[in-house]
């Protein structure tokens, strides 16, 4: 298995910008480029909720089974607890960057969580 | 007719593309009608008051105000998610059209066209149009990348009606063109005019619509980019409309004296200058035959009319959106310069926007409506 492998759509890529005077940031480039971040994440989000949508009803379509099947669905306990692992993983990596605990200028970075494993 | 694609140049989106563009439609809607109003409250209710507290006086010019509220956190973010949307915008139409750019460039190469193509190897982009993207569209305009290229026409096509999101006629995008024969019919009735020109077509979206209630008529149609005007000519072949596209300069074409009955114009003279605007209808005057039409539409706003925020708004336009003769387009005095110009019976009032334009409406009106219910029409006759 290659790690570098070509994807496809990296070939359609490009990256294009407006030739025009920039605005300043206002407090330095960080909290516009989030803001700008967040809005491609919120579009990301979007269309994959369209697509799970598209999804749903294709399944309907082809009688493999109802939407309404979404709703009614009752997870056993084994997909309860892979839910709330999953529910755990996107906390721990989207909120990562808060969970550095500020220390004393001359104290090794430490793990605030420490059963999560030794990182120091 | 599919509604999403009216004729077969326009960059088809797969269902991912679909759901990025329409997110982006109703991102700049939300923007536009949930954001954007508070932002003339915080300078009503907090940045005005403040300012006549601390110095005694509300300041005259809307510039100095702008600059108060630039120090307000609220309005940094608004300026930012309105130029990132539009960047998300020619993006997500940027990366489609390129998926297809291959098959898009083969469909536009058009045997035994009905109208025809001239494209001017030595044509210069005027500096007004070349010293900033305009839109913030990458490339602008005048983008040619190759002696077939279309890429910038089909980005245009496809990104202006997300732009209008959907609101100038749809994927035709051409309620514009439309609105202009109604007002043509209102001021001139069934008089059918022989050669019609318009300056700064774009990809044709008006063009065609106005041709199209002149079958008999012979139509010009000129703009600044090769590949824009490439991809124009494959859309109106393939929407059976013969039109004679050129890359020329709208200040001073190559076509005869007295050589059109009827010049117009789309939301063109906004986006030229100070100088090029009255150079532009002094061309129509020297183009027109006596008893000539001109009919330019633009952007329904004049500025004395706006508050304080839709002038700093209107900076945004300028300063961001890189439309720098915006502030320019809304002050104008049209009526002196196309007396000046030598035309009669000049008139400026604002037509109701329509889809569909029909003899013996009454349209014009004093007052406008608002954008796309009202266009501005500034008209003459030579």
């Known amino acids: 298995m290659s790690f570098a492998a070509p994807s496809k759509q990296g070939q359609t890529e490009k990256v294009w910008y407006p030739k025009g005077k920039k605005f300043p940031y206002h407090d330095g480039p960080t909290n516009d480029q989030l803001l700008s971040m967040v809005m491609a994440l919120t579009a990301e989000v979007s269309i994959l909720r369209e697509r799970l949508d598209t999804n749903e009803r294709v399944a309907e379509q082809h009688e493999l089974y109802k939407q309404t099947e979404i709703e009614t669905y009752d997870p056993d306990q084994g997909a309860m607890a892979e839910r709330a692992g999953l529910r755990r993983r996107i906390l721990h990596k989207v909120f990562r960057v808060l969970q550095e605990r500020p220390a004393a200028p001359d104290a090794p970075q430490r793990d605030a969580n420490p059963e999560d494993g030794d990182t120091a | ?382």
């Open chain 2, 1 to 382: 007719m599919n509604p999403h694609r009216p004729h077969p140049m326009m960059p088809e989106a797969n269902h991912d593309e679909l759901a990025e563009q329409m997110f982006i439609v109703d991102m700049k809607t939300f923007i536009g009608t949930k954001i954007e109003p508070g932002q003339r409250l915080l300078l009503n209710d907090k940045v005005i008051p403040e300012v006549e507290k601390t110095t005694g006086q509300i300041p005259e010019k809307h510039q100095d105000l702008r600059k108060e509220m630039e120090r307000e956190p609220a309005y940094q973010a608004w300026l930012t998610m309105v130029s990132t949307a539009q960047d998300m915008m020619w993006d997500s139409v940027g990366t489609c059209v390129q998926r297809q750019i291959g098959d898009l460039t083969e469909r536009a190469k058009i045997e035994n066209p009905r109208g025809s193509l001239a494209v001017d190897p030595d044509f210069e982009v005027p500096r007004y149009i070349s010293a900033q993207d305009i839109h913030r569209m990458p490339g602008n305009y005048h983008s040619t990348l190759s002696v077939d290229d279309i890429r910038i026409g089909a980005v245009f096509d496809r990104g202006a009606v997300i732009y209008q999101l959907g609101r100038n006629g749809g994927f035709m995008n051409d309620i514009r063109g439309h609105t202009i024969v109604s007002h043509y019919f209102e001021r001139f009735g069934e008089t059918k005019p022989a050669r019609i020109l318009d300056m700064g077509c774009t990809v044709g979206h008006s063009t065609v619509a106005i041709a199209s209630y002149f079958p008999e008529a012979e139509t010009h149609a000129i703009d600044v980019g090769a590949a824009l005007l490439r991809y124009a000519h494959a859309r109106a072949e393939r929407l059976d409309a013969p039109i004679h596209f050129s890359q020329q300069s709208a200040e001073q074409t190559n076509f005869d004296d007295e050589s059109f009955d009827l010049i117009c114009s789309s939301a063109v003279l906004h986006e030229t200058s100070g100088q090029a605007m009255p150079n532009i209808i002094k061309e129509c005057h020297r183009l027109l035959r006596p008893g000539g039409a001109m009919i330019h539409l633009e952007v329904p706003a004049r500025l004395e009319e706006l508050d304080a925020w839709g002038k700093i708004r209107g900076d945004y336009e300028i300063q961001y959106n890189y439309e720098p003769f915006w502030k320019g387009a809304l002050t104008a005095d049209y009526r002196v310069i196309c007396e000046r110009a030598g035309f009669a019976n000049v008139m400026l009032g604002y037509q109701d926007a329509t889809a569909k334009a029909e003899v013996g409406k009454n349209a014009f009106f004093d007052k406008s409506k608002g954008v796309h219910r009202s266009w501005l029409m500034i008209s003459g006759v030579k």
